[in-house]
């Protein structure tokens, strides 16, 4: 699986954007993807995953974030809104062939090329 991911840009607190993520791969649907976050300095951290059948957050996103996918035209979606200046980081999605909604970045095999989001006050 080949992921690319697009959206990212600058933006205002209190502002929205949405992250997309375009992956290869005919088994997409099967797939969990995840979205992660880094920012200057911090260790890669999880933000919100998504499988055929739920969903997971981050507490920092829950309420402002939702994750979605279109497998028809295997692309998962990030739509942040609220965004605070602490959202600021490069964002990157994953994907793993695992029927949980594992949090750890270690347990998605396939990653795509970051985004960058900057959120200023």
């Known amino acids: 699986v080949q992921l690319q991911a697009s959206g990212g840009g600058s933006v205002q607190a209190g502002g929205s954007l949405r992250l997309s993520c375009a992956a290869s791969?005919?088994?997409?649907?099967?797939?969990?993807l995840g979205w992660f976050r880094q920012a200057p300095g911090k260790e890669r951290e999880f933000v919100a995953a998504?499988?055929?059948?739920?969903?997971s957050y981050a507490d920092p996103v829950k309420g402002r974030f939702t994750i979605s996918r279109d497998n028809a035209k295997n692309t998962v979606y990030l739509q942040m809104n609220s965004l605070k200046p602490e959202d600021t980081a490069v964002y990157y999605c994953?994907?793993?062939?695992?029927?949980?909604?594992?949090?750890?970045?270690?347990?998605?095999?396939?990653w795509g090329r970051g985004t960058k989001v900057t959120v200023s006050s």
């Open positions: 994953a994907a793993d062939d695992t029927w949980s909604l594992p949090s750890r970045a270690s347990a998605y095999e396939h």
């Open positions: 791969g005919r088994t997409f649907s099967t797939y969990v």
């Open positions: 998504i499988s055929s059948s739920g969903t």
